[in-house]
């Protein structure tokens, strides 16, 4: 089969798509990866041509072998439908995650997003503490998220506890919170370190005045956590705007320990602190 006839490579340009039309995307913000099944990877055997092997910048011995689909450097989402042999590519891990060689695309010089060494530590973090369920790690520079990292502290209880109290789905969609990454130079192994820290407790990790990051098992989840925090961020921004941020109502801690009971959750106490 060819690539681009592929149902995971469908799902991973449709997923771009999206984000760019949330306007999650501006210029080459943001990037995007697959961890790709071993049947997928032999379906789309015949158009692989391994190139030279490529530091990672990081190890992941975990990942030793795994293929990925992942965006390229200085590439726009905007453009991972219209040109995507060049908007994104397959690479091969060696077996140690030390090294990477292009398999299909990222043509015209291309080269795998600056934050592969956050991708791929998010992964091995992710493989190991899901065995092996999550595949999708995506990252984004989503509006309302990122202003809320000027406003509220830099703390994974303040961040979980307020995008929770702004939709009751919000603790069923991500029981164990959000993490939260104070401001870091990106591209490195030291920000995807901290970063995947927070990914073996949290599914979803800010990055503050920058962007966020989820992951998830495939890409509707992975999309659809990414959209649940920012549209509850988005809300709180309303709400901010509106109040200077004294709300009149909201749900309390008992509230949300009720809802625990309910839907089955566990939800950490940490953040259901009482407010001053
Ligand atoms: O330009 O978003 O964090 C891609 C990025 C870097
Ligand atoms: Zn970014």
Redesign the pocket.
Same mark, same amino acid.
């Given at each position: 089969m060819k690539v681009l006839d592929a149902e995971f490579v469908k799902g991973f340009i449709q997923m771009a798509e999206d984000g760019w039309q949330k306007g999650w995307h501006e210029r080459?913000?943001?990037?995007l990866s697959y961890r790709i099944r071993p049947e997928e990877i032999e379906s789309v055997k015949e158009e692989l041509v391994p190139g030279e092997w490529i530091s990672t910048k990081t190890e992941v011995p975990l990942l030793g072998g795994e293929y990925f689909l992942i965006t390229g450097?200085g590439r726009y989402f905007q453009n991972v439908i219209r040109k995507p042999a060049e908007s994104f590519g397959i690479i091969e891990l060696d077996e140690a995650g030390a090294n990477y060689r292009i398999c299909w695309g990222l043509e015209n010089g291309g080269r795998p997003?600056?934050?592969i060494p956050t991708h791929l530590m998010n992964h091995e973090v992710k493989f190991r503490v899901t065995g092996g369920a999550h595949r999708v790690i995506y990252?984004c $520079?989503p509006v309302n998220t990122i202003a809320l990292t000027f406003v509220l502290p830099l703390t994974d209880e303040a961040f979980t506890r307020e995008i929770w109290e702004m939709m009751t789905e919000c603790p069923v969609i991500f029981p164990t919170g959000i993490g939260v990454v104070p401001w870091m130079v990106?591209?490195g192994r030291a920000i995807g370190v901290e970063t995947s820290k927070l990914m073996e407790q949290y599914d979803a990790a800010i990055w503050a005045h $920058?962007?966020m990051f989820c992951s998830g098992p495939d890409f509707d989840t992975t999309f659809g956590l990414m959209h649940t925090v920012e549209k509850a961020a988005e809300t709180l921004v309303k709400v901010i705007s509106m109040t200077g941020g004294k709300k009149r109502q909201t749900i309390t801690p008992q509230d949300f320990r009720d809802l625990a009971v309910d839907f089955n959750l566990t939800l950490p106490e940490k953040f259901l602190f009482e407010k001053e």
């Open positions: 080459n913000g943001g990037n450097t997003t600056s934050e990252h $520079h990106p591209g $920058h962007g």
